[in-house]
């Protein structure tokens, strides 16, 4: 009987010991996932204004060669803007994810009777 006991107690050690297991792996994948999005996120906003400027200087740029004039100012200051813009999006490090974080994830085994087998 005592060596049952012990047998059945072993096996939900072991038991535990992977869903413990399973349990972690889960959260280090969240929370990768979460830092990749807010990396993302922080992103975003440096990148879009710095697409605006160079658009804006291209934009100018096209139109002083068709004979436009534009004040010397406006663009110094968008010379000034660029390497700011970029140098804010070059220094935002966006943590990379593993290939199997967008995996769905797994459900656990189940037996027919809808119970765990231990």
């Not at 929370?31 to 200087?57: E, F, W």
């Amino acid at each position: 009987m005592a060596r049952l006991r012990k047998s059945r107690e072993d096996a939900v050690a072991i038991e535990r010991r992977k869903v413990v297991t399973e349990i972690e792996d889960s959260h280090a994948r969240i929370d990768r996932l979460r830092n990749h999005i807010i990396g993302l996120r922080a992103q975003s906003v440096p990148k879009y204004t710095l697409c605006q400027v160079k658009g804006v200087q291209e934009c100018i740029e096209t139109l002083i060669a068709k004979g436009t004039v534009v004040p010397e100012a406006r663009m110094k200051r968008l010379a000034k803007d660029r390497p700011i813009w970029q140098s804010k999006v070059d220094e935002i490090v966006v943590p990379e994810i593993v290939a199997n974080d967008l995996d769905p994830f797994q459900a656990p085994p189940r037996d027919g009777d809808g119970d765990t087998a231990v």
